[in-house]
């Protein structure tokens, strides 16, 4: 992928996968707008590596139009956006409605906004793209969290529907991760049975979901698709 002066956004980029991807998009000499929720030591070297940090609350949508209005303040253009902010929440008994609107709003709500807001900065891009970063378990769903499963799976219809969209000017792609990177205190029972679980049986890390968004990106034919990373788990 060529250097663009047009920025890349990455959101939800104060760890885990979004972190390695804007540490390696950086490397890479691209400039990089990302966004966090909460303050870490993690941002605070994006910055010093020259990334444009913003804070944005995508759990409503007065927080997704604040955080569109910053960002055009910062920037008249972007060469892509990449919506990798999740939440991850557990769906309580007496707090279903509350989980699901807000699981709602981050991995739907706030993808088709700032898409829709965002769309003449992209427009001054060449090539332009956006990246939506779903999930594996879209694919069957889950009888645990099924709020979480249902908000991204209306994720990847979106990457269908922007698409369509925006073609042909900008490509509108998605990947949907499994299992990428353990969390520390993950168990080893824990650890076992996850693997387990695909068929090539490996904690592959972050580099997988950065080779794909990299695919993406630099592929000019492909839009309209996500890309399953979960190392096989539909072979069992």
């Not at 990334?51 to 008249?76: M, N, R, V, W, Y």
């Not at 972050?206 to 990106?217: A, C, D, E, F, M």
Request: include cysteine; charge should be neutral; aromatic fraction near 6%.
């Amino acid at each position: 992928m060529s250097v663009s002066a047009a920025p890349i956004l990455i959101t939800g980029a104060s760890q885990r996968i979004g972190l390695y991807c804007a540490e390696r998009l950086l490397g890479d000499g691209h400039s990089l707008i990302v966004t966090y929720r909460n303050e870490r030591d993690s941002i605070a070297v994006l910055r010093q590596r020259g990334a444009l940090a913003l804070p944005a609350d995508f759990a409503s949508e007065a927080g997704i139009l604040t955080f569109i209005e910053q960002l055009k303040s910062h920037t008249d253009s972007l060469r892509a956006i990449v919506h990798n902010a999740s939440d991850w929440l557990v769906e309580a008994p007496g707090e279903e409605a509350a989980a699901f609107q807000q699981l709602f709003s981050v991995h739907m709500l706030a993808p088709y906004l700032i898409n829709l807001h965002c769309q003449g900065l992209l427009a001054r891009s060449t090539p332009a793209d956006i990246v939506h970063i779903s999930d594996d378990v879209a694919r069957k769903g889950s009888a645990n969290r099924p709020a979480y499963c249902a908000s991204k799976a209306g994720l990847d219809s979106l990457t269908l529907s922007f698409a369509a969209r925006f073609a042909p000017q900008i490509k509108v792609n998605g990947i949907a991760p499994a299992l990428i990177l353990f969390n520390p205190d993950d168990d080893a029972d824990y650890r076992s049975k996850t693997l387990n679980k695909s068929a090539l049986g490996i904690e592959p890390g972050p580099l997988v979901i950065y080779q794909s968004l990299r695919y993406l990106l630099d592929n000019p034919y492909v839009t309209g698709t996500t890309l399953t990373v979960n190392g096989g788990r539909h072979l069992k």
